[in-house]
Nanobody, 127 residues
């Protein structure tokens, strides 16, 4: 089992930036598929971005393309989500998760396929 710890959430004004971080303990990410999800109040949780930790390939939801960047830090065993040009629609709880099996990382974001989840970190964007 991978233990996930998230950090970096906070409050910013529209147009600002934030960087979230997800650290793994217990087991290293290795060749894992790691994804970021978010959930706004009263809405379903949705996938935001994914990355193969070993291959360093990435994919993004249409709503964040060109604004968010997911990346890995092999030395620190962390996955980050750089968020820029934030707007109020980006407000929500952000979670990182590790897929049970590292296949179809960028094409299948169903929550049932992710075994390990972080506690979530709040992002609030004010207009």
């Amino acid at each position: 089992q991978v233990q996930l710890a998230e950090s970096g959430g906070g409050a910013v004004q529209a147009g600002g930036s934030l960087t979230l971080s997800c650290a793994a303990s217990g087991r290293p990410f290795g060749g894992a598929c790691v994804a970021w999800f978010r959930q706004a109040p009263g809405k379903q949780r949705e996938g935001v971005a994914s990355i193969y930790f070993g291959f360093d390939s990435a994919a993004y939801a249409d709503s964040v393309k060109g604004r968010f960047t997911i990346s890995r830090d092999k030395a620190k065993n962390t996955v980050s989500l750089q968020m820029g040009s934030l707007n109020p629609e980006d407000t929500g709880m952000y979670y990182c998760a590790v897929k049970k099996v590292p296949i179809n990382c960028h094409t299948t974001w169903a929550e049932a396929y992710f075994a390990d989840w972080g506690q979530g970190t709040q992002v609030t964007v004010s207009s």
